[in-house]
C-alpha cells in the first residue's frame, strides 16, 4: 500500500496476509538483494529525502520556539549527511548478519522413516510504532526483511514528510527485486491507523512500541497483540565491599552522565553499609562534579548531610536526567531484595572483586541484563554485537534484553513421515526410537 | 504453603518470591535428589493416595449418574495402580533429562576482558491451572522442579482428595533434600485462590491453563500474566493429488477416531479437486464405517449426496467428537488458504508423494507443527520425546508446539568486564572486537 490511511480493514487485511504468505520462505540471497536495493535507491534518493526532511525540520521549528516541542526532539528529527551515511552503513550490517530463518534448529528420529525438525521461521506480520527518528523507519525495514516478516510502521508525526520519502524510495526499491511480494513494508500516517491495527489480532503477530513508559503500558492495555517492549528502565549499580573504589566510581559516573535520558542510564546506586565511610562521599563528590543530584536514604544523609531525601517513590523512578539516588544495603541479599522489588527488569550491574559475590549477584537478581564490572550502557543491541535491534525488551517471555533478528522469529515442528498412524504406538506394536538426529 | 486458601496475599507474595530466589540457580543434582525423593515418598504413601481417590471417585459417582458430570471426566479421574506406576516412570523419564537452566547457550567477546554471555534461567513462578486428572498434579511438580521454576497449582474440584494427598507427599519429601527451599510447589484448593493469583502480574511469570478452550479465553481475558496454551485444535489435513489412497485414508481414520476428544484429533478434511471422484467417495465410506458423522462442502454433496451440508461454523469447528467435516479446494494454495483462515494454528497434515508440494505446504501454512504424511495425533511432547509436557502452545512467541521443559525457561544476559565504560567506544578511542566465542 502507499503510506496512507487504511481505507478497508479486509482489505488490509488481506493485503498483509498475502504479503505474509509469498514472502516468510524468501531465500537469504533475495533478502539481501532487496536490502541493496534499498541502499542504492536511498542513495539516489538522498536529496530529495534531505529536502523533505528540511521541511519538517521548518515545520517543528516554530514549535520548539513555542516551547511545544523539545529540543532533544527536533535534534533527533535532523536526518544529516553524518547520520544519512550511518543509516545506510546499519543497512549493510543488516546485510551482512546470517539469516536468521528456514535453519533447522533442532532435529529427532522418532522411528525409522519418521522424523521431527524445528524449524526457524519468521513471525508473520509485525506491527511497530516508533518516535520521530527518520533513521528508525530504514532500520526497522531493514530487520523485518533480512527476518522474513511484513511491517506495518507507524512513526512520530513530525518526521512524516521524511517518513513518507524514506519509505516511498525502500518500497519501490524492495519491489524492483524479483521475487519479492508487494505490501512487506506498510506505513500508516496517523495515529487512528495504529488504533485500528492494534485490534487485528487475526493480522498482527508482534506488535513493538517504542516510546515513553506511559506509551508502551498504554499499548499494552490496549491491545490483545503479544506486546514486546520495555515498560521502563530503572537500573541499579550494586557496590560490594571488595570492589576498586576508583574503578566502582567512574562505571557509576559512565553509567549516569553519559547519556542520562537513554533507558540503560543507571538511576539508583545501592552501596554497601561496610562502604558508607570511605566510598560513598568520594562518589557523591564525584557525581556532583559531573553535574548529577544526587538523592539518598537517611542513612546516606548521615554521612553526606546535605544529601536531598529520597522517598519511596525515588526507589521506582526512571529520572531521565542527571539525578540518582542512593541507597546503603546490607550485603548481595540487601541489594538483590531492593532491585528485586524496585527494579525493571532491564540491567543491573556489580562493582565486586569477590567472584562468589559475583555468582550470589547474577543468579538472584531477576533481571535481563546483569553486568560485573562494566558500566550499564553497554546493554544495547549493537554494543552487544546484534547489528542492530528493534528494542529492548523487559518481559521475561520470548525475547528478553537487546531484542535483534532472534526475537522476529518463531519456529514450526515439521513432522516426515511415510504413512505412520499411532494406533501401533499405542497398542505396544510399536515404540518410539527417540534419537536426536541434530 | 499448606494446601489451602490464601491467607494473605502478601504473605503469599513474599513466600514465592523467596522461594525463587532461593531455588532459581539450584544444582541438577540438588533438583534431582528431590525427584527422587518424590518417587519414593508416592510410593511409600501409595495406600493413601488411592483411598484418597476413591473417595472423590464416591464423591463424584452421584454426579455421574445424575447426569452432572461427564462418564469420561470420572474415567480420568481414576487413580489405579497402573496409572500409578505410569505416574512414577513420568518421574524418572524428567530425572533423565538435561538440566534445561543455568547453561550458557551463546558468547561473545565485546572486547578485551569484555565477554557477554546469554544463559538460559528458570522462568520464576508458574502458575498451571488444571482438569481432575490426579496424575497431572505429579507431571507438573516434576518439570517445574526440573526447570526450577517455583510452581503454583490449582487442580480440579473433583479431584481435591487425591490432589491433597498427593501434593502433600511431594511437598513433604522434597522438603527433606539438603537445600531445597520452602514452598517451590503450591497448591490453591478454590477457584477463588485461582482468581486471585490472576492479579499477580508482579509475581507470577507465567500462567499455563489446561482446559477448555473457552476457560483458556477466559484466562487469557482476565490476567496481565502471559498466558501459554491452546486456544483450540482446529487440525487440518490436505489430501494432494499425488498422495498413495489407502495411506490417506488410514491416516484421516486414525486422526480421527484414536481419540476425538484430543485436541490433537483433524477436524478439518482437505480432499484435493482432482480426487473427488476415486479418493472422496473410499474416504466417506471408511470415516462411516469407523462410526465417524461426515459433513462436506457443495461440491462433496455432488458425488456423496448424503452428506450433510457443512456450514461457515464447521469450518471453525473443534468437534471433539467423531464428526468430521470435508471440503473439496483447489491444489496446494486453496488448501493453505483455508488453513490459514480457519485453523488454530495447532497442527495440520498434508498427505503427498510430492516433495515440491510438501515443501510448498510446509512453507507456507502458518501452523505450529505440519505433518507430511503421518496422523494429527503425533502432535504431543510425549511422542516428540520431550519426556512430558505442560501443554502445547497455539500462540507464535516464546514456545510453539508441545511445550516440555525449555518453554519453562529463559535467559539472561551476563556482562563480565574489567571495570569499562561506554565513553571511550563513544568516542572512538576504543573499537568493540564483536568475536563469537560460543
Same mark, same amino acid.
Given at each position: 500500500?502507499?503510506?496512507?490511511?487504511?481505507?478497508?480493514?479486509?482489505?488490509?487485511?488481506?493485503?498483509?496476509?498475502?504479503?505474509?504468505?509469498?514472502?516468510?520462505?524468501?531465500?537469504? $540471497?533475495?533478502?539481501?538483494?532487496?536490502?541493496?536495493?534499498?541502499?542504492?535507491?536511498?542513495?539516489?534518493?538522498? #536529496?530529495?529525502?534531505?529536502?523533505?526532511?528540511?521541511?519538517?525540520?521548518?515545520?517543528?521549528?516554530?514549535?520548539?520556539?513555542?516551547?511545544?516541542?523539545?529540543?532533544? /526532539?527536533?535534534? %533527533?528529527?535532523?536526518?544529516?549527511?553524518?547520520?544519512?551515511?550511518?543509516?545506510?552503513? =546499519?543497512?549493510?550490517?543488516?546485510?551482512?548478519? $546470517?539469516?536468521?530463518?528456514?535453519?533447522?534448529?533442532?532435529?529427532?528420529?522418532?522411528?525409522?522413516?519418521?522424523?521431527?525438525?524445528?524449524?526457524?521461521?519468521?513471525? =508473520?506480520? @509485525?506491527?511497530?510504532?516508533?518516535?520521530?527518528?527518520?533513521?528508525?523507519? @530504514?532500520?526497522?525495514?531493514?530487520?523485518?526483511?533480512?527476518?522474513?516478516?511484513?511491517?506495518?510502521?507507524?512513526?512520530?508525526?513530525?518526521?512524516?514528510?521524511?517518513? !513518507?520519502?524514506?519509505?516511498?524510495?525502500?518500497?519501490?526499491?524492495?519491489?524492483?527485486?524479483?521475487?519479492?511480494?508487494?505490501? @512487506?513494508?506498510?506505513?500508516?500516517?496517523?495515529?487512528?491507523?495504529?488504533?485500528?491495527?492494534?485490534?487485528?489480532?487475526? /493480522?498482527?503477530?508482534? *506488535?513493538?512500541?517504542?516510546?515513553?513508559? #506511559?506509551?508502551?503500558?498504554?499499548?499494552?492495555?490496549?491491545?490483545?497483540?503479544?506486546?514486546?517492549?520495555?515498560?521502563?528502565?530503572?537500573?541499579?549499580?550494586?557496590?560490594?565491599?571488595?570492589?576498586?573504589?576508583?574503578?566502582? *566510581?567512574?562505571?557509576?559516573?559512565?553509567?549516569?552522565?553519559?547519556?542520562?535520558?537513554?533507558?540503560?542510564?543507571?538511576?539508583?546506586?545501592?552501596?554497601?553499609?561496610?562502604?558508607?565511610?570511605?566510598?560513598?562521599?568520594?562518589?557523591?563528590?564525584?557525581?556532583?562534579?559531573? =553535574?548529577?543530584?544526587?538523592?539518598?536514604?537517611?542513612?546516606?544523609?548521615?554521612?553526606?548531610? +546535605?544529601?536531598?531525601?529520597?522517598? #519511596?517513590?525515588?526507589?521506582?523512578?526512571?529520572?531521565? +536526567?542527571?539525578?540518582?539516588?542512593?541507597?546503603?544495603? %546490607?550485603?548481595?541479599?540487601?541489594?538483590?531484595?531492593?532491585?528485586?522489588?524496585?527494579?525493571?527488569?532491564?540491567? +543491573?550491574?556489580?562493582?565486586?572483586?569477590?567472584? +562468589?559475590?559475583?555468582?550470589?549477584?547474577?543468579?538472584? !537478581? $531477576?533481571?535481563?541484563?546483569?553486568?560485573?564490572?562494566?558500566?550499564?550502557?553497554?546493554?544495547?543491541?549493537?554494543?552487544?554485537?546484534?547489528?542492530?535491534?528493534?528494542?529492548?525488551?523487559?518481559?521475561?517471555?520470548?525475547?528478553?534484553?537487546?531484542?535483534?533478528?532472534?526475537?522476529?522469529? /518463531?519456529?514450526?515442528?515439521?513432522?516426515? =513421515?511415510?504413512?505412520?498412524?499411532?494406533?501401533?504406538?499405542?497398542?505396544?506394536?510399536?515404540?518410539?526410537?527417540?534419537?536426536?538426529?541434530?
Amino acid at each position: 500500500m502507499l503510506a496512507a490511511e487504511i481505507q478497508n480493514i479486509e482489505t488490509f487485511k488481506d493485503d498483509v496476509n498475502t504479503a505474509k504468505i509469498l514472502f516468510q520462505s524468501s531465500s537469504a $540471497d533475495r533478502k539481501n538483494a532487496a536490502l541493496e536495493a534499498m541502499i542504492e535507491a536511498l542513495e539516489k534518493n538522498k #536529496e530529495l529525502i534531505l529536502k523533505a526532511n528540511e521541511k519538517d525540520l521548518e515545520d517543528a521549528k516554530p514549535l520548539v520556539d513555542s516551547g511545544k516541542l523539545k529540543l532533544s /526532539t527536533y535534534n %533527533r528529527l535532523k536526518l544529516d549527511e553524518n547520520k544519512f551515511r550511518e543509516m545506510i552503513q =546499519g543497512i549493510r550490517d543488516v546485510i551482512g548478519l $546470517d539469516d536468521p530463518v528456514n535453519k533447522k534448529v533442532w532435529a529427532m528420529k522418532l522411528d525409522n522413516g519418521l522424523n521431527l525438525y524445528k524449524q526457524s521461521c519468521p513471525l =508473520g506480520v @509485525v506491527g511497530v510504532v516508533f518516535e520521530s527518528r527518520p533513521d528508525v523507519i @530504514v532500520q526497522i525495514s531493514a530487520l523485518m526483511i533480512k527476518s522474513g516478516n511484513v511491517v506495518v510502521m507507524k512513526g512520530g508525526k513530525e518526521s512524516k514528510n521524511t517518513n !513518507v520519502a524514506l519509505y516511498e524510495t525502500i518500497k519501490n526499491a524492495i519491489e524492483t527485486v524479483k521475487g519479492m511480494p508487494e505490501n @512487506v513494508v506498510n506505513l500508516l500516517l496517523s495515529r487512528h491507523g495504529f488504533e485500528q491495527i492494534l485490534k487485528l489480532d487475526d /493480522t498482527i503477530d508482534l *506488535i513493538i512500541p517504542r516510546g515513553s513508559a #506511559e506509551f508502551v503500558k498504554w499499548v499494552q492495555d490496549n491491545t490483545k497483540i503479544p506486546v514486546l517492549g520495555h515498560s521502563s528502565g530503572v537500573c541499579h549499580i550494586y557496590i560490594e565491599p571488595t570492589a576498586k573504589h576508583e574503578e566502582a *566510581i567512574e562505571i557509576c559516573v559512565d553509567s549516569k552522565i553519559q547519556n542520562p535520558s537513554a533507558c540503560n542510564a543507571v538511576e539508583t546506586i545501592l552501596v554497601d553499609y561496610e562502604l558508607k565511610d570511605t566510598l560513598l562521599p568520594k562518589l557523591v563528590e564525584k557525581l556532583r562534579a559531573n =553535574g548529577v543530584e544526587v538523592r539518598g536514604c537517611e542513612e546516606c544523609r548521615a554521612i553526606v548531610p +546535605d544529601i536531598i531525601l529520597a522517598d #519511596e517513590d525515588d526507589w521506582f523512578s526512571e529520572y531521565g +536526567d542527571k539525578i540518582v539516588s542512593i541507597k546503603i544495603v %546490607r550485603g548481595i541479599y540487601g541489594a538483590v531484595k531492593h532491585i528485586n522489588k524496585y527494579g525493571s527488569k532491564h540491567t +543491573d550491574c556489580i562493582i565486586t572483586e569477590d567472584e +562468589d559475590a559475583a555468582l550470589a549477584f547474577t543468579n538472584n !537478581v $531477576d533481571t535481563g541484563n546483569i553486568f560485573v564490572n562494566a558500566s550499564t550502557r553497554f546493554s544495547d543491541g549493537y554494543r552487544y554485537g546484534f547489528g542492530a535491534e528493534v528494542g529492548i525488551s523487559t518481559g521475561k517471555l520470548h525475547a528478553r534484553g537487546p531484542v535483534g533478528l532472534e526475537g522476529l522469529t /518463531t519456529y514450526k515442528y515439521l513432522l516426515y =513421515g511415510e504413512g505412520q498412524t499411532v494406533k501401533e504406538y499405542c497398542s505396544g506394536e510399536k515404540k518410539f526410537i527417540h534419537e536426536r538426529i541434530m
